[in-house]
């Protein structure tokens, strides 16, 4: 996409070297008015501008016609060099006001004091009335792979028959792991019923020591 000419006009407003403010103006402006105050879609205060906003810029042919306010330095920059003077044989008459041309590519500065109000144009691109043929194959292929991913999972995806293999596979590994602890514990080796001798062995040791208690014992 390339620029397009007279598409706007950018203001920027410097207080020394510092940015105040800064304005836009579309190409649907064909004319800009500046004033001391809010009151002016432009407001510059200390460039000695009447009560009554005036006209600052205007559109024409080439691309702005800025009409300078009295007693203010104007300097120029084409292609972002250096600022220089304008000289004033430079200087067009237009309605009893001193006006420039400001075509594309050049900057203009107004000086008032430490204001300096920068102008230029605004940097717009040309839309796309259309598609081109290659973006309409562009966006076919971009909607193909987004209805193709859910498609083909659906079909390369799992069977109800891989999902019930998958699910006794993972049965098959847990018991084998369970087995492989309790045999490792000595878990493993399947109960038996006990044999008299043991049960007579066994009450004896849970019986613990036996012992013979005077029949006046007492515990404090």
């Known amino acids: 996409m390339k620029r397009q000419a007279n598409a706007g006009l950018f203001c920027e407003l410097y207080w020394g070297t510092?940015?105040?403010?800064a304005w836009s103006f579309g190409p649907e402006e064909p004319r800009v008015l500046a004033g001391p105050d809010e009151k002016a879609p432009?407001?510059?205060?200390?460039?000695?501008?009447?009560?009554?906003?005036?006209?600052?810029?205007?559109?024409?042919?080439?691309?702005?016609?800025?009409?300078?306010?009295?007693?203010?330095?104007?300097?120029?920059?084409?292609?972002?060099?250096?600022?220089?003077?304008?000289?004033?044989?430079?200087?067009?008459?237009?309605?009893?006001?001193?006006?420039?041309?400001?075509?594309?590519?050049?900057?203009?500065?107004?000086?008032?004091?430490?204001?300096?109000?920068l102008l230029q144009h605004s940097v717009a691109k040309d839309r796309v009335g259309q598609f081109r043929l290659q973006d309409l194959g562009w966006l076919a292929m971009v909607i193909a792979l987004f209805l193709s991913a859910p498609l083909g999972f659906l079909i390369a995806g799992p069977t109800p028959q891989k999902m019930m293999e998958s699910n006794a596979r993972a049965l098959q590994a847990a018991k084998e792991k369970e087995e492989a602890r309790r045999k490792a514990m000595g878990l493993d080796t399947p109960l038996r019923p006990m044999n008299e001798d043991e049960k007579k062995q066994q009450q004896k040791t849970d019986g613990g020591t036996q012992l013979t208690v005077p029949a006046s014992f007492s515990v404090h």
């Open 42 to 117: 432009l407001p510059l205060y200390g460039f000695g501008l009447p009560d009554e906003p005036v006209l600052l810029a205007e559109r024409t042919e080439r691309g702005y016609r800025v009409f300078i306010p009295p007693g203010v330095t104007l300097q120029r920059s084409t292609h972002r060099d250096a600022f220089h003077d304008v000289p004033e044989s430079q200087l067009v008459q237009h309605e009893g006001r001193a006006s420039v041309e400001l075509p594309e590519g050049t900057t203009l500065r107004l000086t008032a004091g430490e204001l300096h109000l």
């Open 18 to 21: 510092s940015l105040s403010e």
